[in-house]
T-cell receptor, first 111, second 117 residues
């Protein structure tokens, strides 16, 4: 089983739609979690960290379920500019940083 | 956010040559730098972690003698792909972190696209 798995995608949604991505991780000792977005042929950029209590940033909501080892990202009122690959990232190091990237889920928002 | 630069942004070389890629943190001191590789349609794979002034820690399966990493200062790390072969063609991305805290953000460089003929 891979350390971090994501919905395979791609997701093709119309503008204004709500879309949710799921991610599971295998290392129960993982401490920190992130969603990054990566545009084609570009570097990943941090979208948001994921906290135990869940967190929201504008149209984006991230949830963490430690018991199920599951992370989600919800995008509301999707925009054309949201089209990208969304990477679930898990830090498997308790004391430092060892980021494990999921394979990514590609989102295309259509006009 | 903090800025990380990489140079060159792309390089084409002949098989057997060595290629050096530089990663710089421009406006902060990076105690830790990371080197990743990404093949087409795949996710990023961590190659090695380096802390300033010490030897890099390589991930399993990554040859340290082939991928030489130097982290001589708090703002500069270099990756040298020695005797590059076509299978080394990939997108190499570095990232930098201001501290080793497990929730600290990693800032990514724009990547270097290496093509080995």
């Amino acid at each position: 089983r891979k350390e971090v798995e994501q919905d395979p995608g791609p997701f093709n949604v119309p503008e204004g739609a709500t879309v949710a991505f799921n991610c599971t991780y295998s290392n129960s000792a993982s401490q920190s979690f992130f969603w990054y977005r990566q545009d084609c042929r570009k570097e990943p950029k941090l979208l948001m960290s994921v906290y135990s209590s869940g967190n929201e940033d504008g149209r984006f909501t991230a949830q963490l379920n430690r018991a199920s080892q599951y992370i989600s990202l919800l995008i509301r009122d999707s925009k054309l500019s949201d089209s990208a690959t969304y990477l679930c990232v898990v830090n498997v190091d308790n004391y430092g940083q060892n980021f494990v990237f999921g394979p990514g889920t590609r989102l295309s928002v259509l006009p | 956010g903090a800025v990380v630069s990489q140079h060159p942004s792309w390089v084409i070389c002949k098989s057997g040559t060595s290629v050096k890629i530089e990663c710089r943190s421009l406006d902060f001191q990076a105690t830790t730098m990371f080197w990743y590789r990404q093949f087409p349609k795949q996710s990023l794979m961590l190659m090695a972690t380096s802390n300033e002034g010490s030897k890099a820690t390589y991930e399993q399966g990554v040859e340290k003698d082939k991928f030489l990493i130097n982290h001589a200062s708090l703002t500069l790390s270099t990756l040298t792909v020695t005797s590059a072969h076509p299978e080394d063609s990939s997108f190499y991305i570095c990232s930098a972190s201001a501290s080793g805290d497990n929730y600290n953000e990693q800032f990514f460089g724009p990547g270097t696209r290496l093509t080995v003929l």
